[in-house]
């Protein structure tokens, strides 16, 4: 089915703040909660947010799975999760810990917090980490601002969500050559976010940042060590075994979501890149997915 007259799924919605959470926030605020009174989801899985969802293990078992990667769960986990991924989990009812979900406007802009984003934006999906205790302390802080929601406590969720989001950060160590040109690399991360589906070749978006191809893989790939071609090829094939998997939607229509009139053309990106047709990849993630 053809942009225009296609069909919505669940998978392909991407859920606001204020639609998940036992406590009401809204986009710019922060929610932090226990795990335990999460460990039903209002809606059904596996689904998406448009917002960061962080998940810190206290104690408890079962598995957590982030983009086809599933993960046992133990405690002193930490997963990280960014606007966009999909995500199930099956855990026991001892588990506990704490739920921590946030958007960009959460913090203000400043260069410290820049640097923060350029960490998160591409941390792994789970950190275990001999600093968890101190994740716990810091969580444990920011709850109890966020349920007594005494004078300023916004701000002094802010100011631990930073000092958080610092100790995470510090589990990684980025080369220098990542911090040259940051802004105008977070820039072309956006463009792509948003335009992925519609533009397929970097000259497009060379050409919306005042450069030239060559000149934005060069900044692009000493900031993250791969190409702006890997990584808008990188994000079409997460969105394409995103929706093979999780969602009813026909290879031709995958191909029409994201961007090729000719399902053909599709199929043929997916096997290169991939090695396999998109029906068979679709086949092995249903065994995963479902059992």
């Known amino acids: 089915m053809k942009p225009g007259g296609k069909k919505t799924h669940s998978v392909q919605q991407l859920h606001p703040l204020e639609s998940l959470g036992n406590a009401p926030a809204k986009t710019g605020e922060i929610r932090v909660e226990r795990l335990e009174f999460r460990l039903q989801p209002k809606v059904p899985f596996p689904h998406r947010h448009d917002f960061y969802h962080f998940l810190f293990l ?20 930490l997963f990280l999760m960014r606007p966009g991924q999909v995500h199930s989990w099956s855990l026991s009812s001892a588990t506990r810990g704490y739920v921590l979900e946030f958007t960009r406007a959460s913090l203000d802009r400043n260069r410290k917090t820049d640097e923060i984003w350029k960490f998160i934006e591409t941390a792994p999906a789970m950190i275990s980490s001999p600093r968890a205790g101190e994740f716990a302390m810091t969580l444990r802080l920011m709850l109890g601002e966020f349920n007594e929601r005494g004078n300023d406590f916004r701000l002094g969720l802010e100011h631990l969500l930073t000092a958080l989001l610092l100790k995470i950060s510090r589990e990684s160590s980025p080369s220098p050559a990542r911090t040259e040109g940051d802004t105008l690399v977070r820039k072309f991360q956006s463009m792509v976010e948003e335009d992925f589906s519609r533009h397929h070749k970097v000259d497009e978006y060379a050409r919306r940042l005042g450069l030239t191809p060559k000149s934005l893989t060069t900044k692009v790939s000493r900031a993250l060590g791969r190409s702006a071609g890997a990584i808008l090829q990188e994000r079409r094939l997460a969105e394409a075994k995103r929706l093979l998997a999780y969602s009813d939607l026909a290879v031709s229509e995958i191909g029409y979501e994201l961007g090729y009139e000719d399902p053909n053309y599709f199929a043929r990106f997916f096997r290169k890149h991939t090695g396999m047709a998109p029906g068979k990849f679709r086949k092995l993630a249903s065994r995963t997915v479902h059992g």
């Open 58 to 77: 206290e104690k408890g078992g079962g598995w957590h799975e982030i983009d086809f990667q599933r993960f046992k769960v133990k405690p002193g986990q």
